[in-house]
């Protein structure tokens, strides 16, 4: 069964305290991996794509990272409003449909 | 640079009655989906098309109904509400299936 599992559920740094987030999966055929920043009372919004082992993107201070069974995305001296849900999602296997983790929720205090 | 519109934002209703969310896009994506968010439970996909006329059931897909008679809408039935599905409703799209998906701001139902 396709599955994406998602750790930790909830995380809290300091500001300026790097992490990474962790995304692992279990689908045949990975076409694609999303990773999604959702705020409060808001939709999943689009940060990265991912397609192969080893592919990198980086936007400010977020770095996703591929390897064949799981995605990190990492933040770098992350501050407050970094604070929000985190959402991992896999395409592939024979659904053909994006499958979601549920999600990391990331608080940075000041 | 509207994007994926949903309406309306709040409803409640009462067992038994029916209603209709209404997704709209104005990016002339093929593919559009409904997704339900629950506490624990993630995204989960209730229907999806991958184009006009089209259309498919996802992983839950019981008690809900969808069409899709035009590219731009596609509008999600519940026909005889159960407290069950209060949830928060949102409507995805993309140009095409299994590319990045555009959300709506969500629909947040609740059942009495």
């Known amino acids: 069964e396709d599955q994406v599992t998602q750790s930790p559920e909830a995380l809290r740094l300091q500001e300026g305290e790097s992490s990474s987030l962790n995304c692992s999966y279990t689908?045949?055929?990975?076409?694609?991996l999303f990773w999604y920043r959702q705020d409060p009372g808001k939709g999943p919004e689009f940060l990265f794509t991912l397609y192969s082992a080893g592919e990198e993107k980086e936007k400010e201070r977020l770095k996703a990272t591929l390897t064949k069974k799981e995605s990190f995305l990492h933040i770098t001296a992350p501050k407050p409003e970094d604070s929000a849900t985190y959402l991992c999602a896999v395409s592939g296997g024979s659904q053909g449909n994006l499958i979601f983790g549920k999600g990391t929720k990331l608080s940075v205090k000041p | 640079n509207a994007g994926v519109t949903q309406t309306p934002k709040f409803q409640v209703l009462k067992t038994g009655q029916s209603m209709t969310l209404q997704c709209a896009q104005d990016?002339?994506?093929?593919?559009m989906s409904w997704y339900r968010q629950d506490p624990g439970m993630g995204l989960r996909l209730i229907h999806y098309?991958?184009?006009?006329?089209?259309?498919d059931q996802g992983e839950v897909p019981n008690g809900y109904n969808v069409s899709r008679s035009t590219t731009e809408d596609f509008p999600l039935r519940l026909l005889s509400a159960a407290p069950s599905q209060t949830s928060v409703y949102f409507c995805a799209s993309s140009r095409v299936r299994e590319e990045k998906l555009f959300f709506g701001s969500g629909t947040q139902l609740s059942v009495l």
């Open positions: 098309s991958v184009g006009a006329g089209i259309t």
């Open positions: 689908v045949s055929g990975l076409r694609g």
């Open positions: 990016m002339n994506h093929e593919y």
